[in-house]
């Protein structure tokens, strides 16, 4: 059977469709290719339109792009290093300075009323601190004197003692004197305190006096003279109790002052005051309840008194007509080492001073507790297990 192809007429590729639907024409520029053949395409997606336009730029050449490209850009670079005005080429030192950041100067007149409240008010906020850093007047120096002597309770009262100590504001000094030579318990215990202090021996033999600790007294005595340490001097017996209050007040102590001291008797069944009786600071009279001690000048216990360390060292400041050396006497009967050690220093009640204000609280306690008889081990370390006495069952 023979095909019958019936060719199109050039009218029929011209020709529109009704339906709405056009058909492509034949002409150049519905032709992507200009080979003498024709492609359709559906419809235009993203692609189709990437194609094309690089379809163009090949038909067109690529080459002019490009020219015109490097065209610009060279125009544009001679405009960017062309110059324009004036250029100082001139290099200086000037250019290379950091730039100077303070703060522009301002003229202010002092007629301006608050400039000047504000230099009134800054000028009498620093003449105010000045007037009160002058007011403020150091802390005396405190020089707490402390016999001791190898015995059962002594590693007991100087950790009291030391520990009472550390909690008194500075400058504080610890005198503690021992009898002949410095045991290493002692030095070991002072380093562990925490307070300054300093270690001093008497060379003096002490066992034919009844009061030991009157040479020992001496020696710190001496000390202070030759170092010329100033503060108050007070004798504390590591045996005593002392409250804090009664460190405080001494640092308000002129020349000498005394106060009253609570004491437990020897039969250990009573307790005695001694000391001054005042009115305010003003010492007016004594108390003592000892019938035996009352032909001393002064009554007052060894703890209950302290004085200026000046008058031991500079005994013109203080008036002094004789500049022999003030040491306690061992040649006088027991409880009267106080008396004969506090004329040295004063003439009568007009040169003391009553802590605190009217005597009226008592500040620390003799306790004369004797430890003498009691078996301790050597520096309170066992060398050995103790005997069990007690088994578990």
Request: hydrophobic share 40%.
């Amino acid at each position: 059977m023979a095909s019958i192809r019936r060719t199109l007429s050039p009218a029929f590729h011209s020709r529109s469709y009704q339906n709405g639907a056009a058909g492509f024409s034949s002409s150049p520029s519905n032709k992507l290719f200009h080979n003498g053949s024709t492609k359709h395409f559906p419809s235009s997606t993203p692609s189709t339109l990437l194609f094309t336009a690089v379809n163009l730029i090949y038909r067109r050449g690529w080459r002019r792009s490009f020219h015109r490209c490097l065209f610009f850009f060279l125009i544009g670079l001679l405009f960017g290093i062309a110059p324009f005005g004036h250029m100082d080429t001139d290099i200086r030192a000037e250019d290379f300075a950091p730039p100077d950041l303070r703060p522009p100067h301002d003229d202010l007149q002092s007629e301006d009323p608050i400039v000047s409240y504000v230099a009134l008010g800054v000028n009498t906020r620093l003449e105010e601190q000045k007037e009160v850093a002058d007011s403020i007047e150091p802390l005396k120096q405190l020089i707490v004197v402390t016999p001791t002597y190898n015995r059962a309770f002594q590693a007991y009262f100087l950790h009291r003692l030391g520990q009472v100590l550390r909690l008194v504001k500075p400058p504080l000094v610890w005198i503690v004197v021992e009898e002949k030579t410095v045991s290493l318990e002692t030095a070991e215990i002072l380093r562990k305190t925490g307070v300054m202090y300093r270690h001093v021996v008497s060379t003096r033999n002490s066992s034919h006096v009844k009061d030991r600790g009157v040479h020992q007294r001496n020696a710190a005595l001496e000390h202070i003279e030759r170092h010329k340490l100033d503060g108050i001097v007070f004798f504390a017996d590591d045996d005593n109790v002392y409250t804090l209050g009664l460190f405080e007040n001494l640092r308000t102590i002129s020349r000498f002052g005394t106060w009253p001291v609570a004491m437990l008797e020897r039969s250990k069944n009573k307790a005695i005051l001694e000391g001054p009786v005042c009115n305010v600071s003003q010492v007016i009279g004594w108390h003592t309840n000892e019938k035996s001690k009352r032909l001393r000048r002064f009554h007052v216990d060894m703890s209950g008194f302290a004085f200026n360390s000046t008058i031991l060292w500079d005994p013109k400041r203080w008036g002094r007509p004789f500049s022999n050396p003030i040491r306690q006497l061992d040649t006088v009967k027991e409880g009267f080492q106080e008396t004969t050690f506090i004329e040295q220093i004063v003439e009568d009640e007009s040169q003391m001073e009553g802590i605190p204000p009217g005597c009226s609280r008592i500040m620390n306690w003799h306790l004369h507790l004797d430890t003498g008889a009691l078996i301790y081990p050597k520096g309170w370390q066992l060398q050995k297990n103790l005997e069990v006495t007690l088994p578990i069952k």
